[in-house]
Nanobody
Framework: QVQLVESGGGLVQAGGFRRLSCVASGNIFRINVMGWYRQVPGKQRELVAIIDNGGITNYEDSVKGRFTISRDNAKKTVYLQMNSLKPEDTAVYYC?????????????WGQGTQVTVSS
């Protein structure tokens, strides 16, 4: 069974930074696309950034130039470096990815980590 555990959330002032990490556990032999999503109460979960297994990235428009997604396959970890944070970045951030294990290749989600940006 693959499990994803996020860390790095918390309270930060506007203009500050946070680095989120998401570590996968399980008998994983390949990781395809990995990504970060976020959700605020009453709204749909939205894509923040994704990175494929070739290192190609894509970002939601509002975070371009401020957020950077990266991955370390050996550590089964995906990161989200968030700079110049704004109050509107406040959300629960979830990692997601397509992980291949004994159960085949499936989509998995982390439990979420809260990021709160104060003005």
């Amino acid at each position: 069974q693959v499990q994803l555990v996020e860390s790095g959330g918390g309270l930060v002032q506007a203009g500050g930074f946070r680095r989120l990490s998401c570590v996968a556990s399980g008998n994983i032999f390949r990781i395809n696309v990995m990504g970060w999503y976020r959700q605020v109460p009453g709204k749909q979960r939205e894509l923040v950034a994704i990175i494929d297994n070739g290192g190609i990235t894509n970002y939601e428009d509002s975070v371009k130039g401020r957020f950077t997604i990266s991955r370390d396959n050996a550590k089964k970890t995906v990161y989200l470096q968030m700079n110049s944070l704004k109050p509107e970045d406040t959300a629960v951030y979830y990692c997601n990815g397509d992980y291949c294990s004994d159960n085949g290749c499936q989509d998995y989600w982390g439990q979420g980590t809260q990021v709160t940006v104060s003005s």
